[in-house]
């Protein structure tokens, strides 16, 4: 299972859009998750970035990341939420909104039509006040 040490000094993490990622929050996982972030190789996890859940182990990662698009959802996977504010890779302490509104311009990846699509889904990305989905 994945752990954060929450004795380490503070640092600042963010950059301009990560502020206005999260447009409307109505609902997160109370107290967050530890995220396993083996394989991420981004030092910031930036707010908006979708999260996952290994469904046979209940362990919440990032969503993988080629290039400048999310990957393919691995098997064995589902969505989770969105990431609601910006974090450090090596201190891996997400909040994890799961019904809300991403402005997808200012979150990290454009949403693939598999998160678009996905029923069980609370999550929202819109722009410029037009709904993507």
Avoid: C
């Amino acid at each position: 299972m994945p752990e954060v040490n929450l004795k380490n000094e503070s640092v600042r993490v963010g950059g301009s859009k990560s502020d206005v990622a999260i447009t409307h929050k109505t609902a997160d996982i109370p107290g967050g998750r530890t995220l396993d972030t083996a394989g991420f190789t981004a030092e910031v996890i930036e707010s908006g970035h979708v999260i996952i859940r290994e469904t046979t182990t209940d362990v919440y990662k990032p969503m993988p990341v080629t290039g400048d698009t999310y990957a393919a959802l691995p098997e064995g996977h589902e969505f989770a939420g969105v990431l609601d504010g910006s974090i450090l890779t090596a201190k891996p302490a997400a909040a994890i909104m799961v019904e809300g509104t991403v402005n997808n311009l200012a979150s990290p990846y454009p949403p693939t039509d598999a998160m678009l699509d996905w029923p069980r889904w609370g999550i929202v990305f819109i722009h410029d006040n037009v709904q993507e989905a």
